[in-house]
Structure formats: C-alpha cells, structure tokens
C-alpha cells in the first residue's frame, strides 16, 4: 500500500523551508516505513521510470515517523540517486537499513558523513561518487553493521567513497562478499579510528589504503586479520594494546612503518606478516609469550640490525620458506646482532635441510641463551658474515653440519654442557681465529674441524673421541693432549698435515698414547714432547696470542698458553702465563 503525502524538510541553520513530494512503502507486519522515491522517475506517456525530474536539493531531514506512524526503518534503493545538490542529510534515530544507490552521485554531501547507532544494513554502492565527503562517523553500537559489495572488483561500499580522509568506526562490521575489503584501495584515507565497541577487524581490512598513515586500534581487538594493512606503504603507525595474533601478510609493503612493538600478550606472527617492511625499527624483540613465526614474517626488513627472542622454556615453533627450505630469521638479511633465548623448532620436522640462520653475508655476532638446550641441523650453515658465536650452558651436542662454512666465522665458545660437536659442525670455517670450550667435552666428530685454520690445537682431559678426518687438511703445528689417556681416534684424524705437527702429551703418558690409533704416527716421526700438566681447565684462543683463562696456574711457574709448565723462565720471545696474567717476551 502507497501513500503520498508531504514532508516538510527543515534547513541546519535557516528559518526556510522546502517542500518535495515523497513515498513511503509499508510494512503491516512488522509496522515499519521506506523511503522509496518520490516523483522525478516518471514518463506520463508510457508510466515508466526513464529519466530525471526534480531532484532533492538542500538540506535533508528523514524523520523518524512516517505520517501514520510507523517507524522510518529503511531508504530504498536510488531514493535519491545523482541528487547534485543535495547538501545536508540527517537520518532518522530508527533507520535500520539504506539500500543500493540510495545516494549515489549525491555530489555536493557536507564533508562529514555520521551514520546512527540504529543502522544495521548499507547496500551496494550507496554512496557511490560522492566525492565531497572528508569524514565518516559510524556512531558506537554494540550491534554488527553489514555492508555489501560496492559492485567493484576490489572493495566493499566504502571503496565509493573515494574522498575519505579520516575514519572513525565505532562498531563491528562485516562484508556481505567477505572477500571484498572495507576501507582497501583508498589513496586519500589517512587516519583510522577503531573505538571501543569493536572487537574485530575482517580480513583486508585497509589493504592497498596508499594514503593510510595511522591507525588506532580498540583495546578489544586482540587480533590483526590476514592482508588487514597489507600494500598500505606510508602507514607509519599503528596504536593497540594485548594483541594475541598477527595474521598472514598483515602489513606487506608498509615500508613506512618505523616501529612496532610486539606485546607481552602476542602468541603468533603470520606468513610474510612484515614483509617488505624495510624500515621496521632496528631492533625487534619477540616476546616469550610468541609460539609461533610464520615463513617469510620479516623478509626484506633490512633496517633491522638487532634481534633478539626472550629467555623461555617453552618452544618457539617457526615455519618454512617453501622455496629454500630456510627458517624465518633467514630474512633478517642485514642483523648484526642476534640473541636466541629459547630452543627453535620447525613446523615441518621432516622438511630437510632447515637451517635458523643461512646463508647470511653481512656480518654479525650470534648467541644461544642459557635456556637454549637443543640446535637444529645446519642451525645456521653457509654463513659467511657470521663473525662470532656463542653456545649457552644448556646444550650438549653441536649438531651435524650446524656452522658448516661459515668462512667468516672468527671466534666461538662452547657452554658448560657441551659434550659433543657433530659431523662437520665447523668443516670450512676458514676465517676461526679463536675458540673456547670446558672440560665438559668429550667427542669431536668426523670432519668436525675440516680445513682448521690454527696453528695450536689444544684437547683437554675430558676428550674420549675424536673422528675420521675431524682436523684433516689443517694448518696446526702444535697439538697438546692434556688427558694421560689418548682419545680413541677414528683413522687418521689429521690427514693431509704437512709437515706433521709436534705432539705434547703429559708425563707418564707415553704408554697411552705411544700405541695408540693415530697417535703413534707422532711417535714413529719423534715429534713428541712430554711436558708437566697444569691446573688450567680451558683456554681461549686468538691466533698466537692469549685472550682468557678460565682458572690461573700456580703463581711461581712459567706456562706457555696452552697450559704447558715449563722448567723456569723463558729466554725465547713469545707470549707465557706467570702469576696468572700473560706476560710478553721479546
């Protein structure tokens, strides 16, 4: 049933007014009013709707009653299409509903757009072409407001709105094509505000926003949805509180985005979350809270020169590239400084060749905390700019090929704990020019030390085991056991040493050694010499020069740097421990 009656339309600030000629259609059942049209679409001759007539100028007030009392609910679709000189709009408190078109074209809209608490529904392209509209209030509601496609490839209605400077959304909203983003594709929308009463963003979200430079989060939001920021490139910052997840390509190509700190709440970091984000702050620190890091989370963020995971007991879980099989920290291509507080597992554990750390040229220093009780295989191999290396107190065995290549590899000491280092763990670390390790020591694996660059070596007492080719093709000169009983060598654990080097052995340790696999070979060659044990327990090395002693010899004696008494003082040049400091001769 249709009606036409009139409706007075009251001006924001003037005393005139404005007559035009309205229709309602009604709802019996539910008691409800919409405004559908009124007449401009109208051919006399054919009674078909064809073409413009009168459109609505000025201001707009719909009220909240129709004339016979019902509810104003809903604007119909095209109530007010390509109105050009409609100014002002002001909905009525009951409006539930605008339906497609409603206000398409409607050029000349105030620079601010508030939507009531009360609407629950926008159709597609509603406000389509608006371009005058700045601002867009869409007023605290506890209750969903659904849009629907704009009738675009790419957004959602608000897409329309190709003027958007500043946003302020105050409820939760959903898509009716979910695949479509909200506020995605805006070249002029700089700030967005979530408030209060919403808990949840929609995927893409404000993806390919170009002009997006801040938003505010709600305290409820605990979760940024996948793509939510993703291609918006001059986002530089993003405010929230206890965030628990940050979904897949989050923020891809914010290259903005300066800084971003990851919250004591956070639990995981989705696939390619920050990739691309090249001036990520230089520091990121992941939280012990943090369970999972996708592949590829921080590719490309080449600012970052320091990373550091915080002391836990509990796992952290990362994912794999997919295309070279390398953990996620394999993007941090320009770290200088890292820390690992936690063991680092994959989420694959039958992927291959997973390595934490590969490939890295660009030089810095990495360290294993304490809590840190296992390595994976290859935990960082071929990495050529690792310098220094530092193994806590809770591992036990460096595993197979873990720093394998690593040619520029200088320095590295080994925790308390160690008792193994695995097949080739240190095979062509040609650069090593000092290392460190405890009596907790007990084997060395085959080509453990391949190509071992050293002059001295020294093995200390806790040695049980040594492998096949463990210090072949090495440049050492001086090997000191400081065990009286020889390790059980696998073959000939020094092949390719030319000429063969001195052997010191402690006093009465001859029958030990002189029989024994591989150790003979000195003794066939004479190129042993037996020397006074000492109470010294490890040694660091730094090529010919003495950088640490864990425990001092006695104070009267003269020792050389690895441990060995001498009969009195030396009269030839060299660097000697006496009175426990290093004393140079010249």
């Not at 249709?2 to 709802?27: C, G, R, V």
């Not at 709105?161 to 898509?175: A, D, K």
């Not at 071992?452 to 007492?461: S, T």
């Not at 030990?512 to 020397?531: I, P, S, T």
Request: net charge negative; aromatic share 12%; charged share 20%.
């Amino acid at each position: 049933m249709k009606k036409q009656f009139l409706i007075i339309a009251l001006a924001l600030a003037a005393t005139s007014l404005a007559a035009q000629d309205w229709h309602y259609e009604y709802n019996e059942a539910e008691q409800t009013a919409t405004v559908v049209s009124w007449d401009r679409w109208h051919d006399t001759d054919h009674g078909e709707a064809y073409g413009h007539d009168n459109c609505y100028e000025g201001d707009l007030v719909i009220p909240d009653k129709a004339p016979n009392g019902y509810a104003v609910t809903a604007i119909g679709p095209e109530c007010f299409l390509e109105c050009r000189n409609l100014t002002f709009i002001q909905f009525p408190s009951t409006l539930k509903r605008i339906e497609e078109g409603a206000f398409m074209l409607c050029t000349a809209l105030p620079e601010h757009l508030s939507f009531p608490a009360s609407l629950e529904y926008i159709g597609s392209g509603a406000y389509s072409g608006c371009i005058s509209v700045r601002t867009l209030t869409i007023d605290d509601s506890d209750q969903t407001l659904t849009v629907a496609g704009s009738g675009m490839v790419y957004g959602a209605e608000f897409y329309n709105l190709e003027s958007l400077e500043t946003i302020y959304v105050g409820r939760n909203i959903v898509c009716e094509e979910p695949t479509l983003s909200l506020f995605g594709w805006q070249d002029h929308v700089k700030d967005i505000t979530f408030g209060e009463k919403v808990t949840t963003l929609p995927a893409e979200v404000c993806i390919n926003s170009t002009g997006l430079k801040h938003v505010k989060l709600s305290n409820a939001i605990t979760v940024i949805p996948d793509r939510a920021f993703s291609g918006c490139e001059w986002l530089e910052s993003i405010e929230y509180a206890d965030l628990t997840s940050i979904g897949e390509e989050s923020f891809v190509d914010c290259r903005g985005l300066l800084s971003f700190n990851f919250p004591s709440t956070l639990k995981s970091i989705g696939v390619r979350a920050f990739d691309a984000c090249e001036n990520l702050s230089s520091q990121v620190v992941i939280p012990i809270s943090v369970e999972h890091i996708g592949s590829q989370a921080f590719s490309g963020c080449n600012s970052v020169k320091q990373l550091t995971i915080e002391d836990s007991d509990r796992p952290l879980t990362v994912g794999t590239s997919g295309w070279n099989q390398t953990f996620v920290f394999s993007c941090f291509n320009q770290v200088e400084q890292v820390y690992i507080g936690r063991n680092v597992v994959c989420d694959e554990p039958e992927t291959p060749e997973v390595t934490l750390f590969a490939g890295f040229e660009h030089p810095f220093e990495l360290t294993f905390g304490d809590l840190v009780t296992e390595l994976p295989k290859e935990a960082c191999a071929y990495s050529a700019g690792l310098k220094k290396l530092t193994i806590g107190d809770g591992i036990k065995l460096i595993p197979e090929m873990a720093f394998c290549s690593c040619t520029g590899l200088e320095t590295f000491s080994l925790g308390r704990s160690v008792e193994a280092i695995g097949t080739s763990a240190f095979d062509g670390c040609f650069g090593l020019q000092q290392w460190y390790y405890h009596n907790s020591l007990k084997s060395i694996g085959s080509s453990a030390f391949y190509a071992y660059p050293m002059p001295y070596l020294n093995l200390g007492p806790s040695i049980e085991y040594i492998g096949e080719d463990a210090f072949a093709q090495s440049a050492i000169q001086e090997i000191t056991c400081q065990g009286t009983v020889a390790p059980v060598c696998e073959g000939w654990v020094f092949d390719g040493m030319s000429p063969l080097a001195t052997l010191y052995i402690p006093k009465g340790a001859k029958p030990a050694y002189e029989n024994a696999e591989c150790w003979k070979e000195f003794f066939a060659e004479e190129k042993v010499v037996e020397f006074t044990p000492t109470a010294i327990d490890a040694v660091e090395y730094n090529g010919n020069k003495l950088s640490h002693l864990t425990s001092h010899p006695s104070s009267s004696l003269w020792y050389t740097i690895d441990g060995r008494q001498l009969s009195g003082e030396p009269s030839s040049a060299g660097i000697y421990l006496h009175d426990g400091r290093a004393v140079v001769k010249k």
